[in-house]
T-cell receptor
Framework: RKEVEQDPGPFNVPEGATVAFNCTYS??????FFWYRQDCRKEPKLLMSVYSSGNEDGRFTAQLNRASQYISLLIRDSKLSDSATYLCVVNRAGTALIFGKGTTLSVSS | DTAVSQTPKYLVTQMGNDKSIKCEQNLGHDTMYWYKQDSKKFLKIMFSYNNKELIINETVPNRFSPKSPDKAHLNLHINSLELGDSAVYFC??????????????FGPGTRLTVT
């Protein structure tokens, strides 16, 4: 089983839609959780960290369920500029980031 | 100002050649990384250095040798290039490896094509 698993998509949604991405991780020792965004032919960039209590940044909401080892990202009111690949990322102390394969989102007008 | 820079951006070379990729960060970070993103877009850690010391060495062929002359630079040398080495190689840096919540900043990537 891969350490971080995501539905690869693609998710094709119209502008204004709400879309949710899910991610599961296998190692219960994982301590930190993130969503990164990668545009086509570009480097990954941090979108947001994910905290146990859940956190929101504008139209983006991230949730973490440690018991189920499950992470989610909700995007409300999708914009064309949200089209990208969203990478679920976990980290254990003293190790590098472990990336999921990513979920591709395409927002159309 | 570029935070993490890599050279070259594109590298096309023949099988069997030896090549190097350079990475520099001006963020004052202690830790630097090399990642490989293959044709299936899967991003995987290869190496990590903290203050010039190797701290992570994943299962990578020993044809790949990282070198960190100082904490702002991490280079990757590849010997006897193979077709399967074709990928995008990303350098990244972060403030420290032991504090898990630090954001990693990625360079723009080096697109290596082996023919």
């Amino acid at each position: 089983r891969k350490e971080v698993e995501q539905d690869p998509g693609p998710f094709n949604v119209p502008e204004g839609a709400t879309v949710a991405f899910n991610c599961t991780y296998s190692n219960s020792a994982s301590q930190s959780f993130f969503w990164y965004r990668q545009d086509c032919r570009k480097e990954p960039k941090l979108l947001m960290s994910v905290y146990s209590s859940g956190n929101e940044d504008g139209r983006f909401t991230a949730q973490l369920n440690r018991a189920s080892q499950y992470i989610s990202l909700l995007i409300r009111d999708s914009k064309l500029s949200d089209s990208a690949t969203y990478l679920c990322v976990v980290n254990r102390a003293g190790t590098a980031l472990i990336f999921g394969k990513g979920t591709t989102l395409s927002v159309s007008s | 100002d570029t935070a993490v820079s890599q050279t070259p951006k594109y590298l096309v070379t023949q099988m069997g050649n030896d090549k190097s990729i350079k990475c520099e960060q001006n963020l004052g970070h202690d830790t630097m990384y090399w990642y490989k993103q293959d044709s299936k877009k899967f991003l995987k850690i290869m190496f990590s250095y903290n203050n010039k010391e190797l701290i992570i060495n994943e299962t990578v062929p020993n044809r790949f040798s990282p070198k960190s002359p100082d904490k702002a630079h991490l280079n990757l040398h590849i010997n006897s290039l193979e077709l399967g080495d074709s990928a995008v190689y990303f350098c990244a840096s972060s403030q420290g490896p032991r504090t898990v919540s630090y954001e990693q900043y990625f360079g723009p990537g080096t697109r290596l094509t082996v023919t």
